[in-house]
Every structure is written in C-alpha cells, then in structure tokens.
T-cell receptor, first 114, second 112 residues
Framework: DVKVTQSSRYLVKRTGEKVFLECVQD?????MFWYRQDPGLGLRLIYFSYDVKMKEKGDIPEGYSVSREKKERFSLILESASTNQTSMYLC?????????????FGPGTRLTVL | SQKIEQNSEALNIQEGKTATLTCNYT??????LQWYRQDPGRGPVFLLL?????KEKRKERLKVTFDTTLKQSLFHITASQPADSATYLC???????????FGTGTRLTIIP
C-alpha cells in the first residue's frame, strides 16, 4: 500500500521561528510536491522537486524554501514564520514520465503561527 | 491567467439521488483532468482521470465527462450515500508538465 507520511499532524509556532515540515514517501517516486490549502483558495503549489537536489518554484514560493537530499524525503522550510503562513500543508508524490499517473497525498500538517 | 471554477462551495443531495458536480476552466488547454476526494483533516485521494480525447469515464457509481469545447467536466455520483459526503476537487494538467492545478472544491453532503 502506497504511503506518504508527514512529520506532524498539528504544529504551533511563534512568529519569526524557523519551521521544518518533513515528508517521506515509500513508493520510490521521483516527483514530490508541497502545497498549502486555505479556505476559498484551494490547493496552491509552493515548490516541487523532480529529482534529488532538484527543485522548482510553484505558484507561491515566497517565504518558503525546500530541501531534497534523499529521494524519499522532501522538506519544506519556513525561514521566519509569519502569521499569514498559518495553513494546512500537504505533501504529495508521483512517478515521473507517466502523465496519466496520479499524485498521492500525505495526511497534511495544520500549522498555526502565533 | 488560468482559472478553474467548481460550481458551488457546497451541495446538498438527498440519499439515493445522483449528485452532479461541475468543473469549469478558462485560459487552459489541459491534456488531463482528474477528480479527487478529500475528507476533513485528510489529504486528497485520487478517484478518476480523463484524457482530453475521452468524452466519458466510469468507475462503479462514479462517472466523469470532459467537454473541451465547453471547457467543462461533470462529475456524477449515482445512488448517492451518506458515506459519499466529502469535498471533491478537480485538477488539470498539461502534457510534459508534472504540475497539477486544482480547483477550490465542492463540499458535498448526502442527506439520509
């Protein structure tokens, strides 16, 4: 059974803190994605990675960075958390080269920045 | 800019009836359209994919249509059940593009 796991389901941080969100997949997928989901705005792509150490900006990369040192792990970093980064963060993965393939999502991390 | 709209934020349907959800898009020529289901507090789960050259796809009680002229997809759940209550998301992608663009979703409630 395919699996995408995220390090925390709920996280509370203070403004200015550095925040790490971790995502691990066990499907040997090349592509991994970070989204945030907000009411009325839907899922918005922050960053994605198509290979180890490779990354591309999504639609809303400002205030975020990512790291992919190993194929199975993709980290999202908030360098200095702000209240407008309070959101649900979702990680996903998929195989490359198979455009009919779906994305597999993790359970999400609900981040609150105070 | 590209835009995806799902017909309504919320839809209430009587149990046993057919639920129909709409996904409209503009400034986009997608090669594929996907539908996902999302339960509260969980990540989306894939349901169906339809290609631009397909008119209709079925899976058990689910049916998806794709009209590239109208720039619209319809998602039907027949013989709806309370367990079908969830938020349904449509998502589009192009050839050679690993990214999906998602709609904002429709929250479906099946009333017993």
């Amino acid at each position: 059974d395919v699996k995408v796991t995220q390090s925390s389901r709920y996280l509370v941080k203070r403004t200015g803190e550095k925040v790490f969100l971790e995502c691990v997949q066990d499907m040997d997928h090349e592509n991994m994605f970070w989204y945030r989901q907000d009411p009325g705005l839907g899922l918005r792509l922050i960053y994605f990675s198509y290979d180890v150490k490779m990354k591309e900006k999504g639609d809303i990369p400002e205030g975020y960075s990512v790291s992919r040192e190993k194929k199975e792990r993709f980290s999202l970093i908030l360098e200095s958390a702000s209240t407008n980064q309070t959101s649900m963060y979702l990680c996903a993965s998929r195989r490359t080269g198979m455009f009919t393939d779906t994305q597999y999502f993790g359970p999400g991390t609900r981040l609150t920045v105070l | 800019s590209q835009k995806i709209e799902q017909n309504s934020e919320a839809l209430n349907i009587q149990e046993g009836k057919t639920a129909t959800l709409t996904c409209n898009y503009t400034n986009y020529s997608p090669a594929y359209l996907q539908w996902y289901r999302q339960d509260p507090g969980r990540g989306p789960v894939f349901l169906l994919l339809i290609r631009e050259n397909e008119k209709e796809k079925r899976k058990e009680r689910l049916k998806v249509t794709f009209d590239t002229t109208l720039k619209q997809s319809l998602f039907h759940i027949t013989a709806s059940q309370p367990a079908d209550s969830a938020t349904y998301l449509c998502a589009l992608s192009n050839f050679g593009n690993e990214k999906l663009t998602f709609g904002t979703g429709t929250r479906l409630t099946i009333i017993p």
